[in-house]
């Protein structure tokens, strides 16, 4: 047996008796289609909609969570490198201020200042003195600056301007990385000069390193044009290009995304005022997102048992109660059928218990006559000798007893719809049902053989009811038998209580998946050829309500055994008439 | 013997009565109740074959009528319906001997009616 013949129920492969004669009331494939639905979605649809509600709801928040973190990370970052350069800027207005210009021309004092400098904030590699007319003219530090002539220098003029210069990162002539930082002095003439000095970028790189990135990320500065002013984990070193594009500036902090090589990110930004550089904060949107990722994993999973656990039950329970009223409709159509057919046997009945009535009369008359006939060349000499007179009336008398045994069979058969309880002989009965199916067994050449025990004892049962067992297994082995068959019937006692009738045939036997379901009502596997499916349904009932039981057994292509067992003595002590003779 | 045939098949009785009386029987018939009243109350019988089923009384209220009349006499039932419960319930009520199912074999019937007369 398949998987799937065990997974299918009962009910699934009825349409064909569904659209026969006796119609059960329910399409059931329908309705357990239609509980299967309307269950399944009024369990799912809520529980789909507030998963639907939630994880959106989560993936919001997370991502909203992501933007905030992002933004205070990089005002935080932005806050400190403002901080680093306006302290220094301010350091060199002090020097600016609290020193005259003719003070600050004295390399020596320089020298000092320089020293205070690099003691006080660190980073400060050297300091210069510029006049109006671009000529460093003092210098302190390790590098040989005194003399050079900034004048035609951008940032010199921009200075001019602004007052104030932070150069962007660049090599310079110590092919080191580092930036300058220049405020301008205006002096009581209209003349100025500017205090000019270089820090070291290892102070603000230091800054940025010692920042945490969550996502895998990276923080660094790069100029408006894209050049990389501090190095990154990810895209290089100082004064390497980056690889992204640089965002339009924005006074405040903001968030946005970027896709590098398909990968998606999430970029922070700022512009540090008053500087060339841009404050990036990048990091890698997947690693962010990886916790909701095993969140959304564990809620997907979670949903998913669920949705399969309400489907088993949606669909456990609904085919289990559209089983059940398959199983109620299908006994009530059975029911149904076993009156109509009970009815139509009692019509039946009653019919031919007249028709017989009314031919025996005339059947009577006949016989008499033709014995009176008899009688009368019998007395007479002249006719006595004639043996072919005598001849012809006993034909008359042969045939008038041949339509007296017809007419009691109609008679009897009528009786069949009357239960009652007597004695019977079941070979005689064996003997009478074959006697009715006789011309069929001679035009078909069947054998048939009966083989009793001789110490079977007469049973009490219902003769009617064995007639119509017998000739309904008699019939079922002639349809299945082809022209010469043999059709035995063993009679044996079986225990003390029990008698067996065996009725083996020769026919096309029945295959196995069909023999479990003979006895039910409607199955027939004689399909086109006027079999109702119920004759073995009702010898079944029949069987039953004598106390007895049936089995089979069949092999295809060999033939077919039906074995009736009943009772030796009937269970209810009902009325138990005979017909045997009653003396007044 | 004599024996009264009641049928009301007429074809039937005059018929059996005239084989009875080849055979040695001292038969007479009538087709109804009455009538088969009336020949009792003119002369008295060994034995009565009565068919079940007739207008008006039927054979087993006739046999209870006859039986009052007579009280010594046998009875016989004739009848087309062999099965009949009703029958059957009828003839142990009323006490029939024996009772035959048509058409009859003339030595069956013969045998019955000295088996009831034996008795």
């Known amino acids: ?584 | 013997m004599k024996v009264l045939l009641v049928d009301d098949e007429k074809e039937l009785v005059t018929t059996l009565a005239e084989r009875l009386s080849i055979r040695g029987w001292e038969a007479q018939w009538a087709t109804s109740a009455e009538e088969a009243l009336d020949r009792l109350h003119a002369e008295s019988f060994d034995i009565a074959v009565l068919d079940v089923k007739m207008p008006r009384v039927d054979g087993l209220l006739l046999k209870k009528k006859m039986q009052a009349i007579c009280p010594a006499m046998k009875f016989i039932f004739v009848t087309g319906h062999g099965s009949s419960r009703d029958f059957q319930t009828g003839a142990s009520e009323v006490g029939a001997d024996y009772y035959l199912v048509k058409p009859l074999n003339i030595d069956k019937l013969i045998a019955k009616m000295n088996e009831a007369l034996q008795r």
């Open chain 1, 1 to 584: 047996m398949s998987y799937r013949s065990i997974l299918k129920p009962a009910f699934w492969d009825h349409e064909d008796v569904a659209a026969g004669p006796h119609k059960h009331l329910f399409n059931f494939r329908r309705i357990w289609r239609s509980a299967v639905i309307l269950t399944a979605m009024v369990a799912l649809a809520p529980l789909l909609f507030m998963a639907a509600i939630d994880y959106n709801v989560s993936q919001k928040a997370i991502e909203a969570d992501i933007h905030y973190q992002t933004a205070r990370l990089v005002s935080n970052t932005r806050r400190s490198i403002s901080f680093f350069f306006s302290e220094r800027k301010s350091a060199l207005d002090f020097i600016d201020k609290d020193n005259t210009y003719a003070a600050l021309s004295d390399p020596l004092r320089l020298t000092a200042l320089l020293d205070n400098l690099k003691k006080g904030f660190g980073g400060f590699t050297d300091l210069g003195v510029i006049d109006a007319r671009g000529l460093q003219h003092t210098y302190v530090g390790p590098y040989d600056l005194a003399g050079i002539n900034y004048n035609d220098q951008d940032w010199f003029q921009d200075l001019k301007e602004s007052g104030v210069h932070i150069s962007e990162v660049f090599l310079g002539f110590r092919q080191q990385p580092h930036l300058v930082v220049a405020v301008k002095h205006n002096l009581p003439d209209d003349g100025f000069y500017v205090l000019r000095a270089s820090i070291d970028t290892q102070k603000f790189n230091d800054l940025l390193r010692e920042v945490e990135v969550s996502g895998e990320g990276d923080i660094f500065l790069v100029t408006r044009e894209g050049v990389l002013q501090t190095p990154s984990r990810f895209f290089g070193n100082a004064l390497d290009r980056l690889p992204l594009e640089v965002p339009a500036f924005s006074e405040k902090t903001q968030v946005t995304g970027a896709h590098l090589q398909a990968e998606p990110l999430v970029v922070g930004y700022a512009y540090v005022q008053e500087t060339p550089f841009v404050l990036m904060a990048v990091k890698k949107k997947s690693a962010l997102m990886k916790p909701w990722n095993d969140t959304r994993r564990q809620l997907i999973a979670f949903l998913a048992v669920s949705i399969s656990g309400i489907v088993l039950v949606v669909l456990g329970v609904s085919t289990f109660l559209v089983n059940q009223i398959f199983e109620a409709d299908h006994k009530r159509v059975a029911a149904l059928h076993k009156v109509e057919y009970a009815n139509k046997m009692a019509s039946l009945g009653r019919l031919s218990a007249g028709v017989a009535h009314e031919i025996n009369n005339p059947l009577a008359i006949i016989n008499e006559k033709a014995g009176l006939i008899k009688d009368l060349f019998q007395l007479q000499r002249t006719y006595a000798a004639d043996s072919r007179l005598v001849g012809l009336v006993d034909a008359i008398l042969y045939s008038v007893e041949r339509c007296a045994k017809i007419t009691k069979r109609l008679l009897g058969f009528a009786r069949h719809l009357e239960s009652k309880t007597q004695s019977v002989d079941i070979v005689e009965v064996i003997h009478e049902v074959l006697g009715f199916l006789g011309k069929e067994a001679e035009y078909r050449s069947f054998t048939l053989a009966v083989d009793a025990e001789s110490t079977i004892p007469t049973i009490e049962s219902d003769r009617g009811r064995l007639q119509e067992i017998f000739l309904n297994l008699f019939n079922n082995a002639f349809a299945a038998m082809e022209d010469g068959g043999r059709l035995a019937i063993t009679v044996r006692r079986a225990g003390a209580d029990f008698i067996a009738a065996t009725v083996s045939d020769t026919g096309c036997g029945i295959s196995e998946s069909d023999l479990k379901r003979i006895f039910e009502p409607f199955f027939s596997t004689k399909t086109g050829k006027g079999g109702t499916g119920l004759g073995l349904s009702i010898t079944y009932g029949l069987i039953q309500e004598l106390g007895g039981s049936v089995s089979v057994r069949s092999e295809v292509g060999k033939g077919t055994e039906f074995t009736v067992r009943l009772p030796v003595k009937a269970k209810s002590s009902g009325e138990n008439k005979s017909e045997s003779p009653v003396s007044g």
